[in-house]
């Protein structure tokens, strides 16, 4: 059974326009406040609820544009209002990731922190969380920047491909990070078994912040 742990953070990243779900998926409502499931509620409700398994609300932080401020409040609740981390402008986001990073560290200087998109679609969300604790553990007691890589079921162009290399166990070192290939390449990276698409979720721990280099 999870359980909710204090000392772990969470930065949902919820300012993306969602121009590749157009033209449902529009400028002032994109595509993580959409219930595109049917399910009465929306990809960043989805997200916000699966976190609350790990971490308490509290430390849960929502990094977005101002112009959605108001659509997170409705659809999140009152209790994201003073976790609503907003830029005036899209100035991509490193910038407030390492302001939210400092932040928290120096709420809590033995945090662990875990980066996530608001409209990821996870239907194993046991095995989610059982390798979000894993890595969420190895950075508790390692120097490690850590990712979570997604097993591909087929060549697809649409993902960036992480390259790891041999290891036992469940967490392997990074060889290289890839940009979306073309499908001969793609084909290739599935073949060989020494590739996962890139989920862009990235675990750390403030003792070893990246943002401070």
Known sequence: MQTQDKNTYVLIMAGGVGSRFWPKSRNNFPKQFIDILGSGKSLLQLTYQRFLKICPSENIYILTN????DIIEEQIGIQAIKNIISEPCRRNTAPCITYATFKIEALNPDANIIIAPSDHLILNEE???????KAVD???HNDALITLGITPTRPDTGYGYIKFEPGNGDVYKVAEFLEKPALEKATAFVKSGKYVWNAGIFIWNV????FSY
């Open 66 to 69: 101002e112009i959605y401020t």
């Open 127 to 133: 095995v989610f969380i059982s390798s979000l604790e």
């Open 138 to 140: 190895f950075a508790t």
């Open 207 to 210: 003792k070893i912040n990246p």
